[in-house]
């Protein structure tokens, strides 16, 4: 079982023939994502030869998924096309659609989510601004190193990229249902809720791990969320707690201002709804592995 990505997934990568789209896609067919194609308007026709692999190039996502049935999209798309790669991967109603690229303006995210919307949410959106998803075993959409854990029981849901990684790595030896990097940016589209809510749901999740950061409200509306519908035992983490006020850090949407968004305050928030917050990763990963043995 797994959340969002099997491996009965078939993937396309907006932006494969790219630097960046060619050298991720390779580490995803290697680690056993069913990639069936590309999609590059100039290249439409020809493929590439990723070590005896021979991936087609397609003129869009409509005629990637009539040729394919493809139903994920990978983005490696430049910062100033990426809104209109997303809102292609809309209007061809591709059910899931990870957005790996960084530095996109908030307008044009915000238009492809109120976009998405528009059209009935029939595409989900993960990121902007991430590291995509992982169902190890399986698939994996976007950039998370695939051989840094096994399948296991726990869920791990994070705003950072690199803290994802960490988490994994910490916890390897217990392994992951599925793990989902939403990214940090203020507008994304699938939410630390929309994670907790299909973990909650998923037979193989034993337990989740939610990763979080300073600035906006969205881990305390996910402490909310979880008093109300989570059963299964949760345990966090909230990056940032010396970050200096007003200043931004890393992620664009990681900005304190005055006393919202505080780390302290996410702690406070989330442990008042029953979830066990680390002070460190190494923490955070001792205290899930305390819950799944005790």
């Known amino acids: 079982m797994a959340i969002f990505l099997t491996k009965d997934s078939k993937v396309i990568v907006q932006g494969m023939t790219g630097a960046t789209g060619m050298k991720h896609t390779k580490l995803m067919l290697a680690d056993g994502t069913n990639i069936v194609g590309g999609v590059n308007p ?8 990723f070590d005896g692999t021979e991936v087609p190039v397609f003129g869009s996502v409509a005629e990637a998924m009539e040729k394919t049935g493809a139903d994920v999209s990978v983005l490696f798309v430049p910062p100033a096309f990426a809104k209109a790669a997303v809102v292609e991967a809309i209007d061809a109603e591709i059910p899931l659609a990870v957005v790996i690229t960084e530095g996109i303006a908030v307008h044009d995210s915000a238009a492809f989510w109120a976009y998405a919307g528009s059209k009935g949410n ?3 959106i993960i990121g902007p601004n ?3 998803l992982i169902t190890p075993g399986q698939s994996n959409a976007g950039i998370i190193p695939g051989d840094i854990t096994k399948p296991g029981r726990i869920g791990l849901v994070s705003k950072s990229g690199t803290l994802t990684y960490q988490m994994m790595y910490e916890l390897r030896d217990i392994g992951f ?6 990214g940090g940016d203020p507008v994304i589209g699938t939410t630390h809720i929309d994670a907790l809510a299909a973990f909650e749901a998923d037979p193989e999740t034993d337990l989740i791990v939610m990763i979080g950061e300073i600035g906006g409200d969205a881990e305390e509306r996910a402490a909310d969320f979880i008093a109300k519908n989570v059963t299964k035992p949760v345990v966090g983490y909230v990056a940032g707690f010396t970050a200096p006020e007003g200043k931004t850090m890393g992620h664009a949407g990681a900005i304190v201002s005055g006393s919202s968004g505080t780390a302290a305050a996410k702690k406070e928030a989330l442990e008042a709804a029953g979830v066990k917050v680390g002070k460190t990763p190494t923490e955070t990963a001792k205290l899930a592995r305390e819950i799944l043995e005790g």
């Open 177 to 182: 249902s599925s793990a989902v990097g939403i």
């Open 42 to 49: 100039r290249k439409a026709g020809t493929s590439v030869d």
């Open 122 to 124: 029939k595409t989900r």
């Open 130 to 132: 991430c590291p995509g």
